[in-house]
């Protein structure tokens, strides 16, 4: 095989000067994900499934409205569009026959059609009357009891969840270092009242400094931490100043 030339670029240590700066922040734990759940729809509550600390997957039936009237209105519609669809097929024989003119069939197909989409209509009402979980995650809260009231208009939340392990730390520093901070910068951190250490990395920084406090917010992703938490930590920073790369070759096989 023959050789390939390859071009590689280095840095030469000894003209890199790399300055760190550690800068202090205080952060709070929040969950990944949050959701106040509510029907989007009114009725009378018939059962839940879930309650406080309930550990729920994406898509689980959460709690149900009472819904018999739908269900009794769909099977009405079910059998008239079983009757319309035999219409249809009917005088569509007769056509093929040239019994009957395109029109006449075209009011027994817009019959057929109208009844189908007035269940897809009916389906998608049902399904308002059933809350599901949006993302896995814990039920940390639940507002409702067998046979409460509740109303589409006011969009009284039904529950609260977050996600079970994922968290997000919300760092907060002086506004005089916003430009020492880059994503990526690691943060070292306790959470108040303990003395195990945590490492993470910043992975977003807020676009403007809150006015109240003069102070900048940073994100930083961690796990399992108890939501409301708080404490604090370091961003450590760094500056490489004077790099001077070098671009040389080299032989790869």
């Known amino acids: 095989m023959k050789n390939a030339t390859l071009p590689l670029v280095v840095y030469s240590l000894l003209s890199c000067n790399v300055i760190a700066k550690d800068i202090y922040a205080t952060f709070t734990v929040h969950a990944e994900k949050t959701a106040n759940l509510a029907f989007n729809y009114s009725g009378i509550v018939k059962e839940f499934n879930v309650d406080i600390m309930s550990r729920v997957k994406k ?26 669809e035999l219409d249809f097929k009917r005088h ?16 027994f197909a817009l019959a057929y059609d109208s009844i189908k989409a007035k269940i897809e209509i009916e389906k998608t009402t049902y399904e308002k009357t059933i809350l599901r979980a949006p993302f896995d995650g814990v039920i940390t809260r639940r507002m409702i009891e067998d046979g409460d009231l509740v109303s589409a208009q006011r969009m009284s939340t039904a529950f609260i969840m977050q996600s079970e392990h994922n968290r997000i730390l919300v760092a907060e520093f002086d506004q005089k270092y916003h430009v020492d901070v880059k994503i990526g910068d690691p943060f070292i951190y306790h959470v108040d009242g303990e003395e195990k250490q945590h490492n993470g990395h910043i992975y977003r920084i807020y676009p403007s400094a809150n006015t109240d406090n003069r102070k900048v917010a940073v994100q930083v992703a961690a796990k ?30």
């Open 59 to 84: 898509g689980e039936v959460l709690a149900t409205l009472y819904n018999d009237d739908l269900i009794a209105i769909n099977n009405a519609s079910e059998i008239n569009r079983k009757y319309a």
């Open 92 to 107: 569509e024989k007769l056509l093929a026959k040239k019994l009957i003119d395109k029109a006449q069939l075209d009011k």
């Open 224 to 253: 399992d931490l108890k939501v409301g938490l708080f404490g604090d930590g370091i961003i450590v920073t760094s500056e490489n100043i004077d790099e001077n790369p070098v671009s040389t070759d080299a032989e790869v096989e």
